[in-house]
């Protein structure tokens, strides 16, 4: 009889112990589809994780217009906006006392299409526009500071932040 009771408290431990996950062997990380994807347990992220840990899916991009900024190359200021995940910039002339003169539209300056944040910075006749993707990349593209700015800028991707 104490057999049958230390058999049925080890299958009962086991069978906690699976549902629990304790004592399993991690997944190993498989290799995914050509765009980059990795799965692990039916769980399906972009760039896969190496430190054993699933990855969040990253955001999605947001849609309509949702962020700004500006730089200064006197005379003339910089605005861009982030608007479906693209960068658009436009040119205009600060010209006091007068009031501030759009010079041309807004351009999409080139480079990733699924942008969540940018930012602008201005030295020596040159736009930076530096920008976070939604997956995670990051970007600085160079343009040139023109009237209107010249488009399309280069774009050359960073180091994986950490």
């Known amino acids: 009889m104490k057999e049958k009771r230390r058999v049925a408290a080890s299958?009962?431990?086991?069978?906690?112990m699976t549902f629990a996950g304790v004592g399993?062997?991690?997944a190993a990380k498989q290799p995914?589809?050509?765009?980059?994807?990795?799965?692990?347990?039916?769980?399906a992220s972009l760039g896969g994780c190496d430190n054993g840990h699933d990855c969040p899916k990253p955001p999605p991009v947001p849609t309509g217009c949702f962020d700004i900024d500006s730089a200064v190359q006197d005379p003339d200021k910089y605005l861009s906006v982030v608007?479906?995940?693209?960068?658009?910039?436009?040119?205009?002339?600060?010209a006091p006392p007068t009031a501030p003169q759009p010079v041309g539209d807004w351009q999409?300056?080139?480079g990733p299409t699924n942008v969540v944040d940018a930012t602008l910075s201005t030295r020596a006749n040159e736009v930076y526009v530096s920008v976070l993707t939604a997956t995670g990349t990051v970007f600085q593209g160079v343009c040139t500071a023109t009237e209107?700015?010249?488009?399309?800028?280069?774009?050359?991707?960073?180091?994986?932040?950490?």
């Open 83 to 94: 608007c479906d995940g693209r960068v658009y910039v436009l040119t205009v002339r600060e």
């Open 108 to 110: 999409f300056v080139g």
């Open 32 to 43: 995914g589809a050509a765009n980059g994807t990795t799965t692990r347990a039916g769980i």
């Open 148 to 162: 209107p700015l010249t488009v399309p800028c280069t774009f050359t991707q960073m180091p994986t932040p950490p």
């Open 11 to 16: 299958l009962a431990a086991a069978v906690v």
């Open 24 to 26: 399993t062997a991690h």
